[in-house]
């Protein structure tokens, strides 16, 4: 049995997902979160983000961001990556931000897929409203602040057991 805050999948980092094969499966879009996700916390979008998800929006996936951070930093990074739809002060572990993001998108949750870097905010919120979760590596631990840090200390038991397998 799969604890609500662990992750259907657990990868390295979204720059390295195989969307072309989701997509052979039925999948439409695709939701982030940002901070630790797509780019170091609170940093602007950069080249790669821009580049990556230019290329699978070219490919025809409806993309969008739920954060739980605020509007100027969530709309400001949106705005960057081409006007991506997008949920600022999300309060995730709550379903209602994906929802929300689901319906701007047009989408069913089970057409989307999701990807974050925090169990108890993230995986658990994507789980919640029944959409594929997929867990990340954050991409700068050290640019976590100490309310993040302190859930990751948390985190640590769950993620240890599902390394090693106890919940899948
Ligand atoms: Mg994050």
Request: with cysteine; net charge positive; hydrophobic share 40%.
């Amino acid at each position: 049995m799969r604890p609500p805050m662990c992750p259907a999948r657990y990868i390295e980092s979204v720059y390295g997902f195989d969307f072309d094969g989701e997509m052979k499966k039925g999948l439409k879009g695709a939701i982030f979160d940002i901070d630790n996700t797509l780019v170091p916390h609170d940093a602007p979008a950069d080249e790669r983000s821009r580049g990556f998800l230019a290329a699978l929006s070219a490919k025809g996936l409806r993309l969008g961001i739920v954060s739980n951070n605020r509007e100027p930093r969530v709309k400001a990074f949106a705005e960057a990556c081409g006007g991506l739809d997008y949920v600022f002060l999300a309060g995730k572990p709550s379903p209602e931000g994906y929802r929300k993001l689901c319906a701007k998108l047009g989408l069913s949750e089970k057409e989307v897929i999701f990807f974050g870097d925090q169990l108890f905010t993230d995986i658990w919120g994507a789980n919640r409203a029944g959409i594929e979760s997929v867990l990340v590596k954050p991409i700068d631990k050290s640019s976590d602040i100490p309310r993040i840090r302190f859930k990751r200390y948390l985190e640590k038991p769950i993620l240890y057991l599902y390394k090693k397998g106890i919940f899948r």
